[in-house]
């Protein structure tokens, strides 16, 4: 990262973000991250959806983007995503679902969009594995497509009035059926014997509704040009968060090109087809997953997320080197100035601390902190605004 010649690298956020040839995916998240300071994706390895909705809380003023694992999460529901998605809102951060796809086309489409997760629904992010071969990168921009399309044209809502005998069990019943009674006419009013109770004869209503809308990718703001290097205090940021609209409606791919765990397989020839695959669909490949920048050509303006990333203890001194378990841990400095990372992905090292909001904070700042130096704070580009 020493070069004397400009890269895409040495770049701001902000301006890599307004190349033309930034996909709007990718150059609403360059934003954010400029906005909010802060390249920091949390790692959510949690197992409830509570915590799960409890650390996006915790978390979410301080990253950019939060990694979950939603097949790990054992009550997972509609529930849960809502809930998610409306701290992301609220939060101003991307979800990236950790899914790892690797598989046939048309299984990895089904895994994408169907069952009980439905990824491509609620996910801004996911990733994949290439070794299947390039097609399994159509195949999921294609499920995308179909998904978004699906989801952009129609809301099905079916209201329904069963009979209520057959209803004791239902959710909002409690268990129980309120049952309606009808009393006789006037005239039969000195029988003795008590109303009947007549259950009605169920009913469904069903209405479907065709929405037509147009999703424009969200414009930059002059805002996150200069708070990417600092120029700015900190109410124009809040400013300047209130004024990001919500992300444009898109999917991105992040492609595993490197690992962080100490004996893995991939070599240097299978990080390279990576690049190349990426490059060919790029308007749907968004970056990597990797231990080093992989943007070597002219017009590549992919986003690098580098995982096993970790701080000591405030109280301690020196790195930590690794779990024992084949992760190897680096400092965001390393990854970030010496290996160019864009995003530094960070699991444990908040996961377990006693306060995880202010751990949240010291690795942002970290992060930050790196980037600046990579950049040189202001460097020769911004010197000719």
Known sequence: MNSSQPTILS?????????????????????????????LCVSADVHTSAALLRLAEEVGDYIC??????????DFSERTIRGLNEIAGRKKFLIFEDRKFGDIGSTV?????????????????????LFPGPSIISALHSAATAT???????????????TLCDSFDSPSSGGKAAVEREDDDSENSDNSDPPLNLPRKGSVVTATTTISQTF????????????????????????ALQELRPPPH?????????????????????????????????????GFISQHALNSGPEDVFLNFTPGVSLPPESEDGPRKGDGLGQQWR?????????????????RGILGANDRRAEAERYQKKGWDA???????????????
């Open 109 to 129: 489409q089904s895994q994408y969009t169907r069952g009980p997760l439905s990824i491509a629904t609620w996910a801004h992010l996911t990733n994949a594995h």
């Open 11 to 39: 770049l701001p956020y902000s301006i890599r973000a307004d190349l033309p040839f930034t996909p709007p995916l990718t150059s609403y998240l360059l934003h954010l991250i400029s906005i909010k300071r802060t390249n």
């Open 331 to 347: 400092s965001p400095r390393e990854v970030v100035v010496e290996d160019g990372a864009d995003v530094i992905i960070v699991g």
């Open 148 to 162: 978004l399309t699906s989801l952009n044209q129609s809301v099905f809502t079916e209201i329904t009035t069963g």
């Open 371 to 385: 980037y600046e130096e990579r950049i040189g704070r202001r460097n020769e580009w911004e010197d000719d605004d």
């Open 65 to 74: 983007v939060l990694k979950t694992h939603a097949d790990i999460i054992d």
């Open 216 to 239: 424009e990718p969200t414009p930059p703001t002059f805002w996150s040009r200069s708070l990417s290097v600092g120029e700015s205090n900190s109410s124009d940021r809040e400013q």
């Open 250 to 286: 898109a999917r991105g791919l992040l492609l595993i090109a490197e690992m962080s765990s100490e004996g893995n397989l991939i070599t240097p020839a299978y990080t390279s087809s990576c690049v190349s695959a990426a490059r060919a669909q790029s308007d749907f490949v968004m």
